[in-house]
């Protein structure tokens, strides 16, 4: 079930969340009410009562009365086989999500670089540097984890190291075209 946009919703029950853009932990209690304003890459982005934007992970989906989103990694089954391709790393990026924008990190422009090297024991060390749409959001290390999550379930992955950078700032003009599109720009 998806849930209708700006419908409120009580919580059934106590949940973690994680305020956005400041990146804090928090408990939502059961009977507050909150609006989904997101549901994308395996989380959902509510409204509170006191109009702080807040991240509830897809387990939680309950709380809300909802259905998981099918996105955790025990929805996702095995990884796909294979040999290791960087298309790979580039298309599970693209099911990382900004919680206040829906668009993925690859098409907000939000991933600098990717880059793969082959480890002398087997398998690729995947590096990749990435940045947020403002230096002080606290939901970098959120989406960088995210990322690393998505990343080693690609074949052929061993390790991945993801660096949030900030130079050069991030503009809209790193977006894609299919991004500008979706937010009007």
């Not at 403002?134 to 390790?159: F, H, N, Q, Y």
């Amino acid at each position: 079930m998806r849930p209708e946009r700006q419908a409120p919703i009580t919580l059934e029950r106590d949940c973690e969340a994680t305020l956005i853009p400041g990146g804090q932990r928090v408990t939502l209690s059961q009977g507050d009410a909150v609006i989904v304003t997101q549901s994308l890459g395996g989380s959902f982005t509510v409204q509170t009562g006191d109009g702080y934007l807040a991240r509830i992970s897809t387990e939680d989906a309950d709380a809300l009365g909802l259905e998981p989103t099918g996105d955790t990694e025990a929805d996702k089954g095995p990884a796909e086989t294979g040999p290791f391709d960087i298309a790979q790393v580039i298309k599970q990026l693209k099911t990382v999500f900004d919680p206040e924008i829906p668009v993925n990190v690859v098409d907000l422009g939000l991933i600098y670089a990717c880059d793969a090297q082959p480890l002398p024991e087997g398998g690729h060390r995947v590096e990749i540097k990435m940045s947020m749409t403002a230096p002080g959001c606290g939901m970098g290390d959120v989406l960088r984890e995210d990322a690393i999550t998505r990343v080693k379930a690609v074949p052929g992955v061993s390790d991945v190291d993801i660096e949030l950078v900030w130079d050069p700032p991030w503009d809209m003009s790193r977006m894609s075209d299919a991004a500008r599109l979706q937010l009007g720009f």
